[in-house]
């Protein structure tokens, strides 16, 4: 059977808050975003079937690396200076009890 979600729900199941999701829909009605346009019911709510919740997982193409590359790169600096920080600092003390 399929599932009726409200939108506390479909933000739940996400792991976004009501916000995001409603920014979604926006996005999703000008056609800049492909998620999934909820069902008018009585009382002005809005509601999606959980089908339609998890073919949009399904379509999110999740990258080998979650961290920007810019980020990858600026941790990589990061960590090479701090290699060579530690790599002059024990030639130093290697150096000392010679």
Do not use: C, H
């Not at 808050?17 to 709510?45: D, H, Y």
């Not at 920007?68 to 920080?85: L, S």
Request: net charge positive; aromatic share 8%; proline share 4%.
């Amino acid at each position: 059977m399929n599932r009726i979600l409200l939108i506390s729900e479909v933000s739940e199941l996400l792991r976004v808050s009501e916000s995001t999701v409603n920014r979604w829909l926006v996005e999703s009605r000008k056609g800049e975003k492909t998620f999934p346009l909820p069902v008018s019911a009585r009382g002005g709510k809005r509601w999606w079937t959980r089908d339609s919740i998890e073919a949009f997982i399904d379509s999110q193409a999740i990258a080998a690396s979650p961290v920007p590359a810019r980020k990858q790169r600026r941790n990589a600096k990061a960590f090479q200076e701090r290699q060579n920080a530690t790599d002059i600092a024990l030639a130093r003390y290697r150096g000392k009890g010679e």
